[in-house]
């Protein structure tokens, strides 16, 4: 079974707490919350106060995904405003063992994530220090990009590295993902889809949400 995360940046915001019910009558998995910094990323998008926020209107799993440049600053914030995953960058820390072990003693799981163009290798070493994998299969900043095919090697290497050492790392994918490509990605090694505006602009949603969950490798 394949677990899927709505990300809410392609939300509604006008109807924030109804599309979170949505989410949770729909028995999506988790929430994938996009925090931009305008720095690391060409945008903006929310912080703590609103994580805070989401956090009262749902137990839902809070997959925080930071997109920050100095994100080990605000692990505090987000943890208290009720993250309960915390995924930074590989290209802000390549050595990433230190932050990852500062969100471990807040008991918050850890996420690390690398973007199109940043080689797998540069992350291999690393998984052992975390509960995720994040790759990126669009460059972050926007919701509604084109998925971008060339990352499919970069999950198969990284499948096979997670289950040659028996790791227990878990594979999430964020990007341009709807129904013409999530098996591909699945097929390649995911757990995990994001899934932004193909969902929240879905006609259907229960019927993609069934879909997307009944996938299997
Ligand atoms: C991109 C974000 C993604 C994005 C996914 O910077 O990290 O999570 O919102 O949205 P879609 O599925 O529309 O590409
Ligand atoms: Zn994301």
Same mark, same amino acid.
């Given at each position: *079974?394949?677990?899927?995360?709505?990300?809410?940046?392609?939300? $509604?915001?006008? &109807?924030?707490?109804?599309?979170?019910?949505?989410?949770d009558?729909?028995?999506?998995?988790?929430?994938?919350?996009?925090?931009?910094?305008?720095?690391?990323? !060409?945008?903006?998008s929310?912080? !703590?106060?609103?994580? &805070? =926020?989401? $956090? #009262?209107?749902t137990?839902?799993?809070?997959?925080?995904?930071? *997109?920050l440049?100095?994100p080990? &600053?605000?692990?505090?914030?987000?943890?208290?405003?009720?993250?309960?995953?915390? =995924?930074?960058?590989?290209?802000?820390?390549? $050595?990433?063992?230190? !932050?990852? #072990?500062?969100?471990?003693?807040?008991?918050?799981?850890?996420?690390?994530?690398?973007?199109?163009?940043?080689?797998?290798?540069?992350?291999?070493?690393?998984?052992?220090?975390? $509960?995720l994998?994040?790759?990126?299969?669009?460059?972050?900043?926007?919701?509604? %990009?084109?998925?971008i095919?060339?990352?499919?090697?970069?999950?198969e290497?990284?499948? #096979?590295? +997670?289950? &040659?050492?028996?790791?227990?790392?878990?594979?999430? +994918?964020?990007?341009? +993902?709807?129904?013409?490509?999530?098996?591909?990605?699945?097929?390649?090694?995911?757990?995990?889809?994001?899934?932004?505006?193909?969902?929240?602009?879905? =006609?259907?949603?229960?019927?993609? =949400?069934?879909?997307? %969950?009944?996938?299997?490798?």
């Open positions: *079974m394949t677990k899927i995360a709505p990300s809410l940046l392609a939300a $509604d915001f006008s &109807k924030l707490a109804e599309e979170i019910k949505d989410c009558s729909l028995n999506v998995d988790w929430l994938h919350l996009d925090i931009m910094d305008g720095h690391f990323v !060409p945008n903006i929310f912080g !703590p106060a609103v994580v &805070k =926020t989401i $956090d #009262k209107l137990d839902k799993f809070l997959d925080v995904h930071l *997109m440049s100095e080990e &600053k605000y692990f505090e914030l987000f943890a208290r405003a009720g993250a309960d995953l915390i =995924t930074f960058h590989i290209e802000v820390h390549p $050595d990433p063992v230190a !932050p990852a #072990k500062v969100l471990k003693e807040m008991g918050i799981k850890t996420g690390l994530s690398l973007n199109p163009p940043t080689d797998i290798e540069k992350v291999l070493p690393y998984l052992e220090h975390f $509960d994998l994040l790759v990126m299969s669009v460059n972050p900043g926007f919701g509604g %990009q084109s998925f095919e060339s990352v499919i090697p970069k999950i290497k990284a499948r #096979k590295y +997670i289950d &040659k050492h028996n790791l227990s790392t878990r594979i999430e +994918i964020d990007g341009g +993902i709807d129904e013409n490509n999530a098996q591909r990605v699945i097929d390649a090694g995911v757990d995990i889809l994001v899934i932004g505006s193909s969902f929240f602009g879905a =006609t259907d949603r229960q019927a993609l =949400t069934q879909q997307m %969950q009944s996938l299997k490798r």
